[in-house]
Protein backbone atom coordinates (compact mmCIF):
# COMPACT_ATOMS: atom_id res chain seq x y z
CA UNK A 1 0.00 0.00 0.00
CA UNK A 2 1.23 3.35 -1.30
CA UNK A 3 1.83 5.35 1.74
CA UNK A 4 2.89 8.56 -0.20
CA UNK A 5 0.01 8.48 -2.46
CA UNK A 6 -2.57 8.75 0.47
CA UNK A 7 -1.07 12.10 1.49
CA UNK A 8 -2.98 14.91 0.36
CA UNK A 9 -1.73 17.72 -1.27
CA UNK A 10 -2.17 21.41 -0.07
CA UNK A 11 -2.86 23.91 -2.24
CA UNK A 12 -1.38 27.25 -1.09
CA UNK A 13 -3.35 30.48 -2.41
CA UNK A 14 -3.78 31.20 -5.87
CA UNK A 15 -3.26 27.47 -7.34
CA UNK A 16 -5.90 25.71 -9.36
CA UNK A 17 -6.16 22.30 -10.25
CA UNK A 18 -8.28 20.84 -12.41
CA UNK A 19 -8.56 17.16 -13.45
CA UNK A 20 -10.54 15.91 -16.60
CA UNK A 21 -10.00 12.24 -16.87
CA UNK A 22 -6.88 12.04 -18.31
CA UNK A 23 -4.79 14.95 -18.20
CA UNK A 24 -4.36 17.16 -15.12
CA UNK A 25 -3.47 21.22 -14.70
CA UNK A 26 -1.98 22.98 -12.37
CA UNK A 27 -2.42 27.07 -12.54
CA UNK A 28 -0.54 29.23 -10.20
CA UNK A 29 1.76 32.36 -9.82
CA UNK A 30 4.67 31.39 -12.41
CA UNK A 31 2.54 29.29 -15.08
CA UNK A 32 0.75 26.44 -15.91
CA UNK A 33 1.96 22.48 -15.54
CA UNK A 34 0.33 19.56 -17.10
CA UNK A 35 0.89 15.85 -17.20
CA UNK A 36 -0.99 12.94 -18.30
CA UNK A 37 -2.82 10.15 -15.89
CA UNK A 38 -3.36 6.55 -16.43
CA UNK A 39 -7.59 5.94 -16.70
CA UNK A 40 -7.37 4.02 -13.13
CA UNK A 41 -6.12 7.04 -11.34
CA UNK A 42 -8.40 9.60 -10.22
CA UNK A 43 -7.60 13.11 -8.82
CA UNK A 44 -10.22 14.72 -6.07
CA UNK A 45 -9.98 18.61 -5.25
CA UNK A 46 -11.61 18.94 -2.01
CA UNK A 47 -11.18 22.46 -0.92
CA UNK A 48 -7.33 23.71 -0.10
CA UNK A 49 -6.11 19.75 -0.57
CA UNK A 50 -5.83 17.65 -3.50
CA UNK A 51 -5.85 13.52 -2.83
CA UNK A 52 -4.84 10.57 -5.83
CA UNK A 53 -7.56 7.67 -5.49
CA UNK A 54 -7.20 4.66 -7.15
CA UNK A 55 -10.05 3.20 -8.97
CA UNK A 56 -9.60 0.02 -7.52
CA UNK A 57 -6.85 -2.01 -5.70
CA UNK A 58 -4.18 -4.07 -7.95
CA UNK A 59 -0.97 -4.72 -7.64
CA UNK A 60 0.25 -2.99 -10.73
CA UNK A 61 -1.35 0.55 -9.07
CA UNK A 62 0.17 1.01 -6.46
CA UNK A 63 3.10 2.18 -7.62
CA UNK A 64 1.68 4.77 -9.65
CA UNK A 65 -0.50 6.55 -6.48
CA UNK A 66 2.55 7.00 -5.08
CA UNK A 67 4.09 8.21 -8.64
CA UNK A 68 1.29 10.54 -9.56
CA UNK A 69 1.27 12.29 -5.62
CA UNK A 70 4.87 12.91 -6.26
CA UNK A 71 4.04 14.42 -9.54
CA UNK A 72 1.11 16.71 -8.27
CA UNK A 73 3.24 17.61 -5.46
CA UNK A 74 6.51 18.71 -7.78
CA UNK A 75 3.85 20.51 -10.07
CA UNK A 76 2.34 22.24 -7.24
CA UNK A 77 5.66 23.92 -5.44
CA UNK A 78 6.93 24.61 -9.15
CA UNK A 79 3.63 27.09 -10.22
CA UNK A 80 4.67 28.58 -6.49
CA UNK A 81 7.86 28.63 -5.80
CA UNK A 82 9.77 27.30 -8.90
CA UNK A 83 13.11 24.98 -8.86
CA UNK A 84 16.60 25.88 -9.41
CA UNK A 85 20.02 23.84 -9.74
CA UNK A 86 23.10 25.44 -9.52
CA UNK A 87 26.90 24.40 -11.06
CA UNK A 88 30.20 24.94 -10.81
CA UNK A 89 32.65 25.43 -13.48
CA UNK A 90 36.12 24.32 -12.10
CA UNK A 91 39.14 24.00 -14.31
CA UNK A 92 42.10 26.65 -15.31
CA UNK A 93 41.16 29.32 -17.85
CA UNK A 94 37.48 28.32 -18.01
CA UNK A 95 34.45 30.52 -17.97
CA UNK A 96 31.17 30.71 -18.54
CA UNK A 97 29.07 33.89 -20.08
CA UNK A 98 25.84 34.38 -20.82
CA UNK A 99 24.59 35.67 -24.42
CA UNK A 100 21.46 36.58 -25.03
CA UNK A 101 19.15 32.88 -24.99
CA UNK A 102 22.61 30.90 -24.84
CA UNK A 103 25.36 30.05 -22.23
CA UNK A 104 28.91 30.12 -24.22
CA UNK A 105 31.43 27.40 -22.20
CA UNK A 106 34.79 27.73 -22.66
CA UNK A 107 35.82 24.84 -20.44
CA UNK A 108 38.91 23.14 -21.97
CA UNK A 109 37.83 22.61 -25.77
CA UNK A 110 39.54 23.78 -29.00
CA UNK A 111 36.07 26.03 -29.41
CA UNK A 112 33.79 27.38 -27.16
CA UNK A 113 30.35 25.41 -26.33
CA UNK A 114 26.98 26.93 -26.98
CA UNK A 115 24.04 25.73 -24.68
CA UNK A 116 20.47 27.09 -25.81
CA UNK A 117 17.86 28.03 -23.24
CA UNK A 118 15.23 25.27 -23.67
CA UNK A 119 11.55 26.44 -23.54
CA UNK A 120 10.44 26.85 -19.59
CA UNK A 121 13.99 27.55 -18.59
CA UNK A 122 15.63 30.51 -17.76
CA UNK A 123 20.04 30.00 -17.48
CA UNK A 124 22.01 32.63 -15.75
CA UNK A 125 25.93 33.34 -15.12
CA UNK A 126 25.92 35.08 -11.55
CA UNK A 127 29.94 34.77 -11.77
CA UNK A 128 32.11 33.37 -14.27
CA UNK A 129 32.64 30.38 -13.07
CA UNK A 130 28.85 29.20 -11.97
CA UNK A 131 25.42 28.60 -14.04
CA UNK A 132 21.99 28.63 -12.45
CA UNK A 133 19.15 26.88 -14.11
CA UNK A 134 15.73 27.59 -13.27
CA UNK A 135 12.22 26.92 -14.15
CA UNK A 136 8.62 25.82 -12.74
CA UNK A 137 8.97 22.03 -14.25
CA UNK A 138 11.16 19.85 -11.85
CA UNK A 139 12.15 17.03 -14.05
CA UNK A 140 13.29 19.55 -16.56
CA UNK A 141 15.29 22.10 -14.78
CA UNK A 142 16.87 18.49 -13.76
CA UNK A 143 17.36 17.39 -16.89
CA UNK A 144 18.84 20.75 -18.35
CA UNK A 145 21.37 20.64 -15.04
CA UNK A 146 22.27 17.25 -16.18
CA UNK A 147 22.80 18.21 -19.85
CA UNK A 148 25.24 21.27 -19.16
CA UNK A 149 26.92 18.94 -16.58
CA UNK A 150 27.64 16.39 -19.41
CA UNK A 151 29.30 18.54 -21.95
CA UNK A 152 32.40 17.98 -19.20
CA UNK A 153 31.84 15.41 -16.19
CA UNK A 154 34.20 16.30 -13.45
CA UNK A 155 37.13 13.72 -13.55
CA UNK A 156 38.69 12.54 -10.54
CA UNK A 157 42.55 13.42 -10.15
CA UNK A 158 42.26 17.12 -10.71
CA UNK A 159 38.68 17.97 -10.10
CA UNK A 160 38.40 19.61 -13.23
CA UNK A 161 34.52 19.60 -14.80
CA UNK A 162 30.92 20.74 -14.97
CA UNK A 163 29.52 19.55 -11.23
CA UNK A 164 26.69 20.46 -9.03
CA UNK A 165 27.35 23.24 -6.80
CA UNK A 166 26.67 20.44 -3.63
CA UNK A 167 28.23 17.78 -5.79
CA UNK A 168 31.23 15.77 -3.62
CA UNK A 169 33.78 15.11 -6.28
CA UNK A 170 35.85 11.81 -4.97
CA UNK A 171 39.58 12.60 -5.41
CA UNK A 172 41.86 9.86 -6.08
CA UNK A 173 45.54 9.79 -5.68
CA UNK A 174 48.07 10.01 -8.97
CA UNK A 175 51.20 8.45 -9.32
CA UNK A 176 53.55 8.26 -6.98
CA UNK A 177 56.71 8.44 -9.36
CA UNK A 178 58.11 5.51 -8.96
CA UNK A 179 58.68 5.25 -5.06
CA UNK A 180 58.84 1.82 -4.75
CA UNK A 181 61.29 1.14 -7.17
CA UNK A 182 65.61 0.99 -6.37
Request: glycine fraction near 14%; hydrophobic fraction near 35%; charged fraction near 25%.
Amino acid sequence: MSRIGKLPVNLPAGVSVSFDGDTLTVKGAKGTLTQKVAGDIDIKVEGSSVHVVKKHDTKELEPMHGLYRALLHNMVVGVTNGYTKSLKVNGVGWKVAKQGNKVVLNVGFSHPVEFAEPAGIKLECPGPNEITVSGIDKALVGQTAADIRSIRVPEPYHGYGIAYSDEVIERKEGKTGGKGKK
